[in-house]
C-alpha cells in the first residue's frame, strides 16, 4: 500500500514549492486571514473574505508558524479573493 500524503506541512521551510504560495497561521483557533507570498517577493496578510487581496497588508509575523494550503484549494482561494488582479499578485505556476 503507498504512503499517503500528510494533509498539511507544518514548517514552511520543509514544504516543497507549491504554488499558488498561501498559508495560513497553523496555530490559530478561527481562520479569519490568509497569509501568501507576492509577486513581489512578500508576504501579505488579507482577510478571508471575497476580495481580501484587495485589503493586504505586509505580514511580519512568525514564518515557523505557517502551513501551506493544498494545491487544489490554494487556487480556489486565490480566485475567490482575487489574488490575481493588480500591479502585485499572489504567486503562482
Given at each position: 500500500m503507498p504512503a499517503l500524503e500528510p494533509e498539511i506541512e507544518t514548517n514552511v521551510a520543509t514544504v516543497p514549492e507549491i504554488e499558488p504560495k498561501l498559508y495560513?497561521?497553523?496555530?490559530?483557533?478561527?481562520?479569519?486571514?490568509?497569509?501568501?507570498?507576492?509577486?513581489?517577493?512578500?508576504?501579505?496578510?488579507?482577510?478571508?473574505?471575497?476580495?481580501?487581496?484587495?485589503?493586504?497588508?505586509?505580514?511580519?509575523?512568525?514564518?515557523?508558524?505557517?502551513?501551506?494550503?493544498?494545491?487544489?484549494?490554494?487556487?480556489t482561494i486565490m480566485w475567490f479573493v482575487y489574488g490575481d488582479v493588480g500591479p502585485v499578485t499572489i504567486v503562482s505556476g
Open positions: 495560513y497561521a497553523d496555530k490559530a483557533i478561527f481562520l479569519i486571514d490568509w497569509i501568501a507570498e507576492g509577486t513581489d517577493g512578500l508576504l501579505y496578510l488579507f482577510p478571508a473574505v471575497a476580495g481580501g487581496w484587495l485589503r493586504r497588508v505586509q505580514y511580519a509575523g512568525p514564518c515557523a508558524e505557517l502551513a501551506p494550503v493544498r494545491p487544489e484549494k490554494a487556487r
